[in-house]
C-alpha cells in the first residue's frame, strides 16, 4: 500500500479557517481505513487546539534556521500529523493567514517558503522520522513549492497537487526570490514565475505529476478564462493530467444522530424533531419562536466568491416574504457592516452573528429548512452536503461543486425522487429570488417538501467513493 505525504496548512480539528481544514481533517482519515500509510504535515501555528499528546520528535538544519518536527495525532484517528515547529514565524495566535482585521499576514512568503522545505526534506526521508513516502500530496498555493523543490531531487517520490481554491495564489513581488533563496532554474515562464511576480500556486500546477480539483465541474471551469485567474491556458495544458475528486463529508463531525451540539438528534425517520432545533436557533437568536416559519441559514466566509452580494440584494425583497434568515459569518468589513444594518432593523426576521462560531454553525444546519450558497464560484463547497445530510434543502447557483452535488427540483426529479434542492443559474439577486420563492412554494407542500428531506438525506456523501478514487490516481503513479 502506498506511502502518502499529505501537505497541507491547516486541519480540522487543529486548526480551520475553511473547508479546506475539513478536507484535510478527514480525507487522510478515509485513506487510511482503506490500508493508505499516510501521514500530514503541516505548520505549528501557536492557535493549534488539540486533544492528544505531542512530543518532539527531531531537529532539522536549514541554511538559516533550525526546525523542529513535533509529532501528534489527528483527533480520534491513528492518522499522525507532524508539526513545523518554528516560533519565529508561527508564534501568534488567530487565523494563520490573516490578522485581527483581515489584513494578509506579513512574512506569509517566507512562513510557507520554509513550511514547503521542510516537507521537501520530510518527502526525501531527510527529516530523521525515517519514513520516506512514495506520493506527496500537496493541498493549496500554501504547498505549492514542494513540487517545484522536488523536481530538483534526482529520486523523488511522485506528486500530487489539490487545487481547493484558485483565488488564492500566493503571489509575491520578485524581490522575494533573494529573500527565500530559491533554486534560480525554477525561475522562468513555464515554472515558478506568474507576469515577473513569484507564483506559489502556479510552483504547484507546473511541477506536480498530478493536478487534481474538489469536483469535476471546477476541474472544466478553471480551464477557461472566467474562472482560471490567468492559469487557464497552463491547466488547458495540463488537462490530460487534471482530473476532479469530489470532497465527502465527515460523517462522524456531521451527523444529526449523535450531534453533541444539536438541542434534539434526529434522522430520516424523526424529521419531526428538526423543528425543536428550529425554535432552539431561534432563542438562541433572539427570533421570535415560530416553528411553522421557514427559517434560511447562511454560514460563510463573507467574501465575494460566496455571492454575499446577491443575499444582500435580495433582503429587502426577503423581508416581505414569510421567512426568518439566520447569518453566521465573518469577512469583509462591508459585509459585515450591510448585513447587521439589516439585522439591526429587522430583528424579528433576520439574525446576524459576524463571527466564527462551530457549535452555532451544527444548530443552525439542524435548525434551518434552507440553506443559501448562492456562490459566484464554488470549488467544491461543503456546507451543501452537510445541509442535505440535516435535512435542510440548498439553494445553490449552478457552479463548480455545487453544480455536481445539487440536483434541482423539477417535476421530473420530484417524480424519480432525485431532487435535493433548489438551483439557480444566473448570478444575479433576480434568479436567487426565484429560487427562494420556488422553494417557499414546496415549503408550502409538507408531504413534497419531507419527500425531498429524505432524498437528500439518503444520499451518500461519505468519503468512501472518493478516496478510492484518490487510492487509484497514487496507484497509476
Ligand atoms: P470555503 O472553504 O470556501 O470557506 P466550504 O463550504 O468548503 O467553503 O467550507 C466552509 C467550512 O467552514 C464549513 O465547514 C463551514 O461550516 C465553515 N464555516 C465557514 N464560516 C463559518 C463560521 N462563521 N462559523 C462556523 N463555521 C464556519
Ligand atoms: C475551498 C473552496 C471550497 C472547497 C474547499 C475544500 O476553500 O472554496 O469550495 O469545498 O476548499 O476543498
Known amino acids: 500500500m502506498k506511502k502518502v505525504l499529505f501537505v497541507t496548512s491547516e486541519a480540522h480539528p487543529l486548526i480551520k479557517t475553511g473547508g479546506l481544514a475539513d478536507v484535510s481533517g478527514s480525507l487522510p482519515k478515509a485513506l487510511a481505513e482503506q490500508g493508505a500509510d499516510i501521514r500530514i504535515i503541516m505548520p505549528n501555528y501557536q492557535a493549534i487546539k488539540t486533544t492528544e499528546a ?24 491513528d492518522v499522525v500529523v507532524w508539526l ?18 483581515g489584513v494578509t499576514r506579513a512574512h506569509s512568503a517566507e512562513r510557507f517558503a520554509l513550511f514547503c522545505r521542510i516537507a521537501v526534506e520530510v518527502a526525501m526521508n531527510r527529516g530523521y522520522l525515517d519514513w520516506q513516502p512514495d506520493i506527496v500530496h500537496c493541498n493549496d498555493w500554501q504547498s505549492g513549492l514542494v513540487p517545484a523543490l522536488l523536481s530538483l531531487e534526482p529520486a523523488r517520490p511522485a506528486t500530487v497537487f489539490t487545487i481547493h481554491n484558485m483565488a488564492y495564489q500566493g503571489l509575491f513581488p520578485k524581490t522575494i526570490l533573494a529573500t527565500l533563496d530559491l533554486p534560480k532554474v525554477l525561475w522562468h515562464s513555464n515554472g515558478i514565475e506568474f507576469n515577473d511576480m513569484l507564483s506559489f500556486l502556479k510552483s504547484g500546477l507546473a511541477y506536480s505529476d498530478r493536478l487534481t480539483t474538489v469536483s469535476p465541474t471546477y476541474a472544466d471551469e478553471i480551464q477557461t478564462v472566467e474562472f482560471g485567474y490567468g492559469l487557464a491556458g497552463l491547466l488547458t495544458y495540463r488537462k490530460s493530467v487534471l482530473s476532479g475528486i469530489i470532497n465527502g463529508i465527515d460523517t462522524q463531525t456531521w451527523n444529526p444522530e449523535t450531534d453533541p451540539n444539536l438541542s434534539e438528534n434526529f434522522n430520516a425517520s424523526t424529521l419531526n424533531k428538526k423543528r425543536v432545533n428550529k425554535m432552539a436557533l431561534q432563542r438562541r437568536l433572539s427570533l421570535p419562536e415560530n416553528e411553522n416559519i421557514p427559517v434560511f441559514a447562511l454560514i460563510s466566509r463573507l467574501v465575494e466568491q460566496k455571492g454575499i452580494d446577491l443575499l444582500l440584494n435580495c433582503l429587502p425583497d426577503m423581508l416581505d416574504l414569510p421567512l426568518q434568515l439566520v447569518v453566521i459569518g465573518r469577512g469583509d468589513a462591508g459585509f459585515e457592516r450591510q448585513l447587521t444594518g439589516f439585522a439591526q432593523a429587522h430583528p424579528d426576521k433576520i439574525a446576524v452573528t459576524i463571527g466564527y462560531d462551530e457549535p452555532l454553525a451544527h444548530l443552525a444546519e439542524a435548525g434551518a429548512d434552507v440553506f443559501l450558497m448562492p456562490s459566484r464560484f464554488e470549488p467544491c463547497g461543503l456546507n451543501q452536503l452537510y445541509s442535505q445530510r440535516y435535512g435542510t434543502l440548498p439553494i445553490v447557483r449552478k457552479t463548480g461543486g455545487l453544480a455536481d452535488t445539487v440536483v434541482d427540483t423539477l417535476p421530473e426529479t420530484l417524480a424519480d425522487n432525485t431532487a435535493t434542492g433548489f438551483v439557480f443559474n444566473a448570478a444575479s439577486a433576480g434568479a436567487l429570488m426565484e429560487a427562494i420563492k420556488r422553494a417557499l412554494f414546496v415549503y408550502s407542500q409538507p408531504e413534497a417538501w419531507r419527500q425531498l428531506q429524505r432524498n437528500a438525506m439518503q444520499t451518500d456523501y461519505s468519503w468512501h467513493k472518493s478516496a478510492l478514487q484518490y487510492l487509484s490516481l497514487y496507484e497509476q503513479l
Request: charged share 15%; proline share 10%; no cysteine.
Open 84 to 101: 513545523v515547529d518554528y516560533p519565529a514565524l508561527f508564534a501568534y495566535p488567530g487565523n494563520p493567514y490573516v490578522d485581527g482585521q
Open 54 to 77: 505531542v512530543y518532539y520528535k527531531s531537529t532539522l538544519q536549514l541554511v538559516n534556521a533550525e526546525v523542529n518536527i513535533l509529532e501528534t495525532r489527528l483527533p480520534d484517528s
